[in-house]
T-cell receptor, first 112, second 114 residues
Framework: AQSVTQPDIHITVSEGASLELRCNYSYGATPYLFWYVQSPGQGLQLLLKYFSGDTLVQGIKGFEAEFKRSQSSFNLRKPSVHWSDAAEYFCAVRQAGTALIFGKGTTLSVSS | DADVTQTPRNRITKTGKRIMLECSQTKGHDRMYWYRQDPGLGLRLIYYSFDVKDINKGEISDGYSVSRQAQAKFSLSLESAIPNQTALYFC?????????????FGQGTRLTVV
């Protein structure tokens, strides 16, 4: 069965420090990969997506993610976290002709 | 105006009541989806529709039904609401004509069943 795993439920990072959020997927073939962010009380905003080509993708708000086929991973990174990045982050995957499947999310807290 | 609009935004209902959540979109997309979000569980797919005549069950369809009244409208019904259906519900759309590369989400409906 298709699945998405975000191993970290909650992460706390100091403001200005780097960030990496992990995502692993289980699919028969390379799926389409996404990261979404949800600020408190808000809807979902797409940060970035990967379909093919360069395995390092750039997104909005200074985020990037790297697809590693050998590890079935699509980890999200940011070199310097800002207090406004505190939110919940969701990794999602989809194969052609199917619906998005989400991970359970990682809550990011930013300490000053 | 939002491209994907959900109504109502908030609703409190009693156990056993029938309730309908509505979703309309102005994006012209064929594909529409309903998800529910629970703390610690992420978003889980309830139903999805790839066109007006196509309805598919998702991971957690029990206790729910849907209606695709038109390309732009996709409603989710709880025939007899129960407290564990208290959740945040999201509607989404996507467009196969552009490679179905992204899903667009509504702002969510917060449903409380008491």
């Amino acid at each position: 069965a298709q699945s998405v795993t975000q191993p970290d439920i909650h992460i706390t990072v100091s403001e200005g420090a780097s960030l990496e959020l992990r995502c692993n997927y289980s699919y028969g073939a390379t799926p389409y990969l996404f990261w979404y962010v949800q600020s408190p009380g808000q809807g979902l905003q797409l940060l970035l997506k990967y379909f093919s080509g360069d395995t390092l993708v750039q997104g909005i708000k200074g985020f990037e993610a790297e697809f590693k086929r050998s590890q079935s991973s699509f980890n999200l990174r940011k070199p310097s976290v800002h207090w406004s990045d505190a939110a919940e982050y969701f990794c999602a995957v989809r194969q052609a002709g199917t619906a998005l499947i989400f991970g359970k999310g990682t809550t990011l807290s930013v300490s000053s | 105006d939002a491209d994907v609009t959900q109504t109502p935004r908030n609703r409190i209902t009693k156990t056993g009541k029938r309730i309908m959540l509505e979703c309309s979109q102005t994006k012209g997309h064929d594909r529409m989806y309903w998800y529910r979000q629970d703390p610690g569980l992420g978003l889980r797919l309830i139903y999805y529709s790839f066109d007006v005549k196509d309805i598919n069950k998702g991971e957690i369809s029990d206790g729910y039904s849907v209606s695709r009244q038109a390309q732009a409208k996709f409603s989710l019904s709880l025939e007899s609401a129960i407290p564990n259906q208290t959740a945040l519900y999201f509607c989404a759309t996507s467009d196969p004509g552009t490679g179905d590369t992204e899903a667009f989400f509504g702002q969510g409906t917060r449903l409380t069943v008491v």
